[in-house]
Structures are given as C-alpha cells and as structure tokens.
C-alpha cells in the first residue's frame, strides 16, 4: 500500500499478471480487493463506484473454487452473494470456452456480433482476451452440487477428473456479463534478441494458447515473424 496524491493505494503481487491488471482496474472503478482465503473474499466498494457514499466492506462466502487449467481454459467460483444472499457461478476464460457455455436464450445477437467485433479487434491488435459470465444456482442444485463433489473428492484415483466433469455440467447455461483484453508487454531486449538469435540461424518456436490473430501479432511485435517471410498457415478445429 503506497500514499499517490493523498490517497492510500493498494498494489498487488500475483502469479498472473492478466489477474493482477484485472484488480487494478477494478479498484480503480471503486470495487477494491482486500484479501482472501480458503473460505471468504473481502472486498470494499468504495465512493467510486457510484453505488455508495461511504466505504463498505463485503464478504462473499467461496463454496467451491475450480482452477484454471490448460484443458479446461477457464476457472469458475461458486459464492453466496451478501446483496441479495444468491448463490452464483462466476466464470472467467478463453472466449471460445465460454461463448459454448452461454445460455442459448440469452444470446442476444446485437450484443454477440458486438463481442465478436471486440474480440476480432484485441486480438488484431495482440492482445489477450478473456470473457466473463455467471449463472444464479438455487437451493436445490446448490445442494447437488454439494454433494456431486463431495462424493467426487472422496474418489483418491479419480478425483480431479471427477471433479472438472462436475463443474462442467454445472458451467453451463450461463449468462455474458463482458469482455476484457490486457497487454502482455514484451520484456526489455527480447524483439532485438530473436532478431540476432534468427541471423544467426538458431531455430526459435513460440508455444502459446493465445488465438490465432494474437499469437500472430505477438510474433511480428517480436521480431519472431517478419513481413518477407513466407508463413505456413495451418488451423485445426477449436
């Protein structure tokens, strides 16, 4: 925590960079985070946000968390709400994992040709993307889902497969709250340093799980792929 122009401002230290943005865009907005653990988020929703005249302090109540990992391309949380006291599924990941989540009913085509206009855009432009959404779960599944993974984690050979298949059934049908996109900043030296590496015919491969336009954008920013090349494009399914 640092004083800027009177102010104290929090900074934040994480493993993902991407998660770390995303927080100081929304503490900026007015919804600051104050910590976590294992069972509680606390946050603080200040002035800012234009929802309050003073601070307030929440707590949302983590039932079940699912991490991110390559296969799945997404990570969702399952929390009770101090608003309105709901249970909901909040979800964050690739665009093309999440848009094969959305409820079909609540797929309004004005807004889905917006997001793929948007998406089209950030990735030209190599920058990484990431869709949000969520879902309101009643008593009755919540319940399921409680015992679902329960069973699920007691299972000492199976378990995380177990439980990825569980979170994907209840991922579906949920609702597009937005999109973001985040610079990845090259590293100082790095467009120079693939530069000298291809001169001097060492062979260089990018391995990434961007999209095809990023992945591509972040070549040439990088001196990776050059406009007098001759590029082999190939694309599988999704």
């Not at 993902?16 to 988020?41: C, H, M, W, Y």
């Not at 996109?181 to 030296?189: F, G, H, I, S, Y």
Request: aromatic share 8%; charged share 30%; glycine share 6%.
């Amino acid at each position: 925590e640092a004083t800027v122009d009177g102010k104290n401002i929090k900074f934040y230290q994480g493993a993902s960079p991407d998660e770390i943005t995303l927080v100081d865009f929304a503490r900026d907005q007015g919804f600051e985070f104050d910590e976590s653990n294992d069972k509680s988020i606390y946050t603080t929703l200040n002035p800012e946000s234009g929802l309050v005249e003073e601070p307030e302090r929440r707590e949302y109540t983590i039932h079940k968390k699912i991490p991110f990992t390559s296969a799945r391309a997404r990570m969702s949380v399952l929390i009770t709400d101090p608003d309105d006291g709901l249970y909901k599924l909040y979800i964050k990941g690739a665009d093309t994992k999440i848009k094969a989540l959305l409820d079909p009913k609540q797929k309004d085509p004005k807004v889905m040709d917006t997001l793929e206009e948007f998406l089209t855009t950030a990735s030209t432009q190599g920058l990484r993307t990431l869709l949000m959404a969520c879902r309101v779960i009643d008593q009755q599944e919540f319940d399921q889902i409680q015992r679902d993974l329960k069973e699920a984690e007691a299972d000492v050979t199976n378990a995380k497969e177990r439980v990825a298949k569980i979170a994907e059934e209840y991922e579906k049908g949920v609702v597009l709250l937005g999109a973001t996109c985040v610079e990845d900043k090259l590293q100082d030296n790095v467009p120079q340093t693939l530069e000298d590496f291809r001169r001097a015919n060492i062979k260089v491969w990018m391995l990434t799980g961007d999209k095809l336009e990023t992945a591509k954008n972040i070549g040439f920013s990088c001196k990776l792929l050059t406009e007098d090349m001759f590029i082999f494009q190939a694309q599988g399914p999704e």
